[in-house]
């Protein structure tokens, strides 16, 4: 049998190439039709996008449960999405769903959520270079990338970056004007794996740039489920379902069997 196919959503606030023409010369059909080429590139994966402006911003419960992982941009609008939405996409995470959440979407609610920071960062606004030095080369998402590879011209974000501490970091980024960044972190919440990937300003192509696009498709198969089940309720366990045998004592707040508060 065939392994099952991965299946990734791409989600992006599509706001600036419908506004920007710099933007849209660069990502006519929108960053997030990109960013899915890029990752359908990979073989086994069936990749579909999801925007802003649809209904429930395209993540219904049905799509979010097809959804092995979330891929999110967004910059203009975070305040925009739907906190009914944001809460669906965090208990898909914690029940498994792999989120990767590239550039602008430090500040995303779904992602400050996960990291319950304030996810602020230095930034500036003068086409440098960057250059992305892969710190953990065995990691799966530096898979097939050199020492470092570079972005001839981006907007720079520096430390302090406000995020808890990574469980890895797999890229450090060094910029023409001295600064550094720790641009490639992961972390788990629940059964979920959250990469953060820093590349994407929307005002240059970064989603056409080779070994981006080869980290995309390296960080959704990387934050792909297994295929553990997370127990999202709060089930009491009667003492006759205990694996020993139990003699209950004391005085109860619970009738067996109750369900669990919310
Ligand atoms: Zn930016």
Same mark, same amino acid.
């Given at each position: 049998?065939?392994?099952?196919?991965?299946?990734?959503?791409?989600?992006?606030?599509?706001?600036?190439?419908?506004?920007?023409?710099?933007?849209?010369?660069?990502?006519?059909?929108?960053?997030?039709?990109?960013?899915?080429?890029?990752?359908?590139?990979? #073989?086994?994966?069936?990749?579909?996008?999801?925007?802003?402006?649809?209904?429930?911003?395209?993540?219904?419960? #049905?799509?979010?449960?097809?959804?092995?992982?979330?891929?999110?941009?967004?910059?203009?609008?975070?305040?925009?999405?739907?906190?009914?939405?944001?809460?669906?996409?965090?208990?898909?995470?914690?029940?498994?769903?792999?989120?990767?959440?590239?550039?602008?979407?430090?500040?995303?609610?779904?992602?400050?959520?996960?990291?319950?920071?304030?996810?602020?960062?230095?930034?500036?606004?003068?086409?440098?270079?960057?250059?992305? +030095?892969?710190?953990?080369?065995?990691?799966?998402?530096?898979?097939?990338?050199? #020492?470092?590879?570079?972005?001839?011209?981006?907007?720079?974000?520096?430390?302090?970056?406000?995020?808890?501490?990574?469980?890895?970091?797999?890229?450090?980024?060094?910029?023409?004007?001295?600064?550094?960044?720790?641009?490639?972190?992961? +972390?788990?919440?629940?059964?979920?794996?959250?990469?953060?990937?820093?590349?994407?300003?929307?005002?240059?192509?970064?989603?056409?740039?080779?070994?981006?696009?080869?980290?995309?498709?390296?960080?959704?198969?990387?934050?792909?489920?297994?295929?553990?089940k997370w127990i999202d309720s709060c089930p009491q366990i009667p003492?006759?379902k205990a694996?020993?045998?139990?003699?209950?004592?004391?005085?109860?707040?619970h009738?067996e069997g109750e369900a669990g508060f919310r």
């Amino acid at each position: 049998m065939s392994p099952r196919r991965l299946r990734v959503t791409v989600w992006g606030e599509n706001v600036h190439e419908r506004k920007n023409p710099i933007v849209r010369k660069i990502y006519p059909r929108g960053m997030h039709t990109t960013i899915a080429d890029a990752i359908g590139e990979a #073989r086994g994966i069936d990749v579909r996008t999801a925007t802003l402006q649809q209904s429930q911003h395209g993540l219904t419960k #049905r799509v979010l449960d097809e959804t092995d992982v979330l891929v999110w941009w967004g910059h203009a609008a975070h305040r925009k999405v739907s906190d009914r939405v944001v809460e669906r996409v965090l208990a898909r995470v914690w029940e498994g769903m792999g989120f990767v959440a590239l550039h602008s979407a430090h500040y995303s609610k779904p992602f400050k959520r996960l990291m319950g920071t304030s996810c602020s960062l230095t930034w500036r606004e003068a086409g440098e270079k960057e250059r992305l +030095w892969v710190c953990n080369p065995a990691h799966p998402i530096a898979r097939g990338i050199d #020492r470092y590879f570079e972005i001839p011209n981006t907007e720079m974000y520096g430390e302090p970056f406000a995020i808890p501490a990574p469980d890895e970091i797999v890229f450090l980024s060094w910029f023409e004007g001295g600064e550094v960044f720790r641009s490639g972190c992961t +972390w788990k919440r629940g059964n979920g794996n959250i990469f953060y990937f820093r590349p994407g300003h929307e005002v240059y192509p970064i989603y056409h740039h080779p070994v981006v696009r080869q980290v995309l498709r390296n960080a959704v198969r990387w934050a792909a489920p297994d295929a553990t089940k997370w127990i999202d309720s709060c089930p009491q366990i009667p003492a006759r379902k205990a694996p020993e045998r139990l003699e209950v004592k004391g005085p109860r707040m619970h009738k067996e069997g109750e369900a669990g508060f919310r």
